[in-house]
Every structure is written in C-alpha cells, then in structure tokens.
Antibody, heavy 124, light 107 residues
Framework: EVQLVESGGGLVQPGRSLRLSCSAS????????LHWVRQVPGKGLEWVAG????????DYADSVRGRFLISRDNAKNSLYLQMNSLRPDDTALYYC?????????????????WGQGTLVTVSS | EIVLTQSPATLSLSPGERATLSCRAS??????LAWYQQKPGQAPRLLIY???NRAPGIPARFSGSGSGTDFTLTISSLEPADFAVYYC?????????FGQGTKVELK
C-alpha cells in the first residue's frame, strides 16, 4: 500500500522559515516524480513545486519561486520543501503527491497518490 | 499562464441524476487534463487523466471528454458517495494548474 506522510507543519511568524518533509513507502520511490500541492482550508488546490525522479528537473509555482526549495533524498525515501520568507498567504494544508507515471523526465504530472497533508499557519 | 475555469460553481442534484461538469482552458491544453474528486477532510482522488482515461479503480459511471480548451466530466448516475468537490487539472512542464472546483451537492 502506498503511503505518503507529511510532517513539519506548524505556526510560524511572517518572514521566518519552515521545512516540510514527506516520508514515502509502498512504491519504488526513486522511480517517480513527487510534488507539493497546497490548499487553503475551504478553498481550492494550488500546485506548489515538483521534482523528477532523479532530481534533474524542478519547477515552482510563480507564487513561491525564489522563496521555496524542493528536494528529495532517494536513499531515505523522503521529499522535502524548504520554505523561506514565509507570508500569511502561504497559510495552507500542504500535500505531498506522487506522479502516476514512472521515470517521467519533466515535472508535468497527474497525481495518483496523496498524503493527508500538514498544516502551515503563517501569522504573528 | 493558462487558466482553467470550472462551471458551474455548484451543482445541486439528486441521487440517480446525471452530473455534467465543465472545465474550460484559456488556451489549448491538448488532452493533458485530469479530474479529481475531493471529499471533506480527505485528500483529492484522481478520477480521469488525459481527458478521458479512467484511473485504476474508478467506476464506469465517471467519464471524461474533450480536447483543446473544453472538457467535461460526466457522472452518469449520481450515487450518495459522489457528492463532493471536483477539480480539473492541467499537466504542464511549467505549472500543473488546477481549476477552482465545482461542488456537487445534494438537492
């Protein structure tokens, strides 16, 4: 059974940093691109960032480019999101999501498995 | 940037009725479009990919159609479990954009 478990969320002041983690199991981790998708409670979904299976292709939403950094450690079956210069409008539930296609060479993706999310609240 | 616009915002229907949801792209996305279902307190669930292909385990009452800029998700006969929010999503190298969602609610 595929499992994606996010952690690292919490309350943080504007301008500060936070690092999210996603621990994966139940599939060959280093065969798939992985992504972060966020959702303001009660609102819609926003793709945040993606990284290919080999880490060679990475992209970000314009809203976070230059502030967030996505990375992965295939030896640890883990995905990360380093979030810097946080703003109140970054407040959301952050999901880790898996691409449905193996060894895709770009971050263009459909998401067939999702975690339950970790809540990030940016407030003073 | 390509924008996905879903309509209607809310669809009020009864079990057994047919649901027709629309997703319109501001520019052509070819057939690179997916549909997701999200229930309260749950993560989204992939229903349809590449406009018309059902994801594994998705019931046949869910179908997708369209290409270019106009796409439709059809639920042929609503079951109680189908009342939820539905999102379309474009697969793209630059941004995997989502629509704003359509809520299918019990009439």
């Amino acid at each position: 059974e595929v499992q994606l478990v996010e952690s690292g969320g919490g309350l943080v002041q504007p301008g500060r940093s936070l690092r999210l983690s996603c621990s994966a199991s139940g599939f060959t981790f280093d065969d798939y691109a992985l992504h972060w998708v966020r959702q303001v409670p009660g609102k819609g979904l926003e793709w945040v960032a993606g990284i290919t299976w080999n880490g060679r292709s990475i992209d970000y939403a314009d809203s976070v480019r230059g502030r967030f950094l996505i990375s992965r450690d295939n030896a640890k079956n883990s995905l990360y999101l380093q979030m810097n210069s946080l703003r109140p409008d970054d407040t959301a539930l952050y999901y880790c999501a898996k691409d449905m296609i193996q060894t895709r060479l770009s971050v263009a993706a459909y998401f067939d498995q999702w975690g339950q999310g970790t809540l990030v609240t940016v407030s003073s | 940037e390509i924008v996905l616009t879903q309509s209607p915002a809310t669809l009020s229907l009864s079990p057994g009725e047919r649901a027709t949801l629309s997703c319109r792209a501001s520019q052509s996305v070819s057939r690179y479009l997916a549909w997701y279902q999200q229930k309260p307190g749950q993560a989204p669930r992939l229903l349809i990919y590449d406009a018309s292909n059902r994801a594994p385990g998705i019931p046949a009452r869910f179908s997708g159609s369209g290409s270019g800029t106009d796409f439709t998700l059809t639920i042929s006969s609503l079951e109680p479990a189908d009342f939820a929010v539905y999102y379309c999503q474009r697969r793209s190298d630059r941004s995997n954009t989502f629509g704003q969602g359509t809520k299918v609610e019990l009439k």
